[in-house]
């Protein structure tokens, strides 16, 4: 792929660059997405009716036992090369920031050391009522009722993740606002635009005159935003840009 001289300058000129990543970038790891995840024993069940907490409140059950499958899927899977592209920016810009939509962790396990997750993380478990944090494991060693229970007040335990109807995590979604204060340069990557408010995220990063970058196979709405619009993965077009911008470090 050939890419645009001015970005490459800017890139290598950038201070603070932050990436935004969507389902996309992991399905290239083999998790599906939120709304293919419904197959098999699942197919009859809608994601809204699963995800909600008015659902686990009706049948913690089986909403406990779809996260618990998907959670699997998550442990199973592995970085992929954009994943550690965007891993290996940090040794070639001064600082780097991950915004991520995604619960499953792989940036963290591809080797970037600042990770904000907008929707929580598939693979912590908290306390439905008190909040509290709870050892998934340690539980599940000692307690088989499901959903566990929390070792606190009694509680049952759930996903540490966002449902719909609930709010940002206010730390997260903090911390993502002074990261648009602040980055040079925005990677827009494998998101669809759909789910606010994280989607308005790239429009907030354009309206602050920051430079815009999508990477994704298809159009979406952020085409509109970004100055460049790199069609394609990520695992495939993040190493070339790397390798194209910092061809004198290895990258």
């Given at each position: 792929m050939l890419f645009d001289f001015v970005l490459l300058d800017k890139l290598r000129d950038a201070r603070h660059i932050a990436i935004f990543s969507g389902a996309g970038m992991s399905a290239e790891s083999g998790i599906p997405t939120f709304r293919e995840a419904h197959t098999g024993l699942w197919a009859?069940?809608?994601?809204?009716?699963?995800?909600?907490?008015?659902?686990?409140l009706r049948d913690p059950v089986t909403v406990w036992n779809w996260y618990a499958w998907r959670r699997e899927l998550v442990q199973q899977a592995q970085p992929n090369p954009g994943h550690l592209a965007v891993a290996r920016l940090e040794a070639l810009v001064p600082k780097v920031t991950v915004i991520t939509q995604n619960v499953d962790g792989?940036?963290?396990?591809?080797?970037?050391?600042?990770?904000?997750?907008?929707h929580g993380s598939i693979l912590e478990t908290r306390c439905f009522d008190c909040g509290q944090p709870a050892d998934i494991a340690a539980v599940a060693a000692t307690d088989r009722e499901v959903p566990p229970r929390c070792r606190h007040c009694g509680g049952m335990?759930?996903?540490?993740?966002?449902?719909?109807?609930?709010?940002l995590p206010s730390d997260a979604w903090s911390r993502a606002a002074e990261v648009l204060d602040d980055a040079d340069v925005f990677f827009c990557i494998g998101t669809s635009s759909l789910v606010e408010p994280a989607a308005s995220l790239p429009r907030h990063a354009r309206s602050c005159g920051r430079t815009v970058i999508q990477i994704n196979p298809e159009a979406t709405s952020h085409d509109e935003i970004a100055q460049y619009i790199l069609r394609g993965k990520a695992g495939e077009v993040m190493p070339e840009l790397l390798s194209a911008a910092w061809s004198n470090h290895g990258a």
């Open positions: 009859k069940y809608r994601p809204e009716d699963l995800a909600t907490p008015d659902a686990f792989l940036h963290q396990r591809a080797g970037s050391s600042d990770v904000i997750e907008l335990l759930r996903p540490g993740v966002v449902w719909f109807g609930e709010s």
